[in-house]
């Protein structure tokens, strides 16, 4: 597998000067190179989504897919998910160019690069977006957290995080890592552990897991919502990029959940009070990753 790293510097730094000709350059170089490193094509469009340049990763998906439906050694789950990644933004970029009432025929054909459209189901992803698919959530739809109704879920919030003046290509990174989370924490997986060998040496028994359903299945908590975020950026391909827009977008998660009657107004200011300053403690997290716009939000969403 060929270092990529490079390029993705290269990118980075372009993105931060807000040099466009030399940004273009170094994402289409990674999409060229796709199947020599997949993580790294992912990691640009990461990085693009983050700065909102939501055209060029829609250039860059394109560039790289007839090669990675192509290559062997890149696995079909892979594919599927990147399919699903290149169709959203596509749909993302219809929308923002305020589109026409109906079902246009041009977004349709540029979907059919990757598969074969349902139109019912094309039309009920953008009432989704749009706010107006009439769905009335409740809160034993999520009692289980059932994937399905989180991934709706999620859609919908996506839509209202953008006429709340947040990009798609930003809010599209919590779309994955907030459901991952709140399964995780579920499962017991995100609560700290006691050292197994300062165990042993004292002679207690370790400690159970904390397993079962939080008061509130879908509001995050300081603790574990930290230990989340770490895991994103200290691990063998970090993504600082997802990491900071999950915690820049808690606050409006929580005040959509209270907009939908998903938690009462007591909770969100709770939660609120609970993630109070938890941004600006993460901050320090993202100071090696030679783009200052990150520590700059973070600080800007612990106001």
């Avoid at 007839?66 to 596509?90: C, I, Q």
Wanted: proline share 7%; aromatic share 8%.
């Amino acid at each position: 597998m060929a270092d990529l790293t490079p390029l993705l510097q290269e990118l980075q730094s372009a993105l931060v000067s807000g040099d466009e000709a030399e940004a273009r350059r170094a994402a289409l170089a990674l999409a060229a190179r796709a199947v020599e490193d997949i993580p790294a094509l992912h990691a640009a469009l990461n990085m693009l989504g983050y700065h909102g340049r939501l055209d060029l990763a829609n250039e860059v998906m394109a560039e790289a897919w007839p090669r990675l439906k192509e290559d062997e050694g890149y696995s079909r789950p892979a594919v599927t998910a990147f399919m699903s990644r290149a169709t959203d933004h596509l749909i993302y970029h219809y929308l923002e160019s305020t589109p026409p009432a109906g079902l246009d025929a041009d977004l349709v054909e540029a979907l059919e690069r990757y598969f074969e459209v349902d139109t019912g189901r094309l039309e009920l992803y953008l009432a989704f977006l749009r706010g107006e698919s009439g769905r009335r959530w409740q809160p034993a739809d999520f009692a289980t957290l059932d994937a399905h109704a989180l991934s709706g879920l999620l859609v919908e919030f996506v839509g209202l995080a953008h006429r709340a003046g947040v990009s798609y290509s930003r809010a599209h990174l919590v779309r994955d890592e907030l459901p991952r989370y709140l399964l995780d924490r579920r499962a017991g997986y995100l609560y700290p552990r006691e050292d197994v060998a300062a165990l042993l040496r004292t002679g207690r028994r370790p400690p159970p897991a904390a397993t079962g359903a939080p008061a509130e299945p879908l509001v995050p908590d300081r603790l574990t919502l930290l230990n989340f975020v770490q895991k994103l950026v200290q691990t063998i391909q970090p993504q600082p990029y997802v990491a900071a827009a999950l915690v820049e977008l808690m606050p409006l998660w929580l005040r959509f959940l209270a907009l939908r009657g998903l938690i009462t107004e007591a909770v969100y200011e709770e939660a609120i009070r609970d993630l109070d300053g938890l941004a600006a403690e993460l901050a320090p997290v993202w100071h090696g990753t030679g783009d200052p716009l990150l520590v700059a939000n973070l600080l800007g969403a612990g106001q």
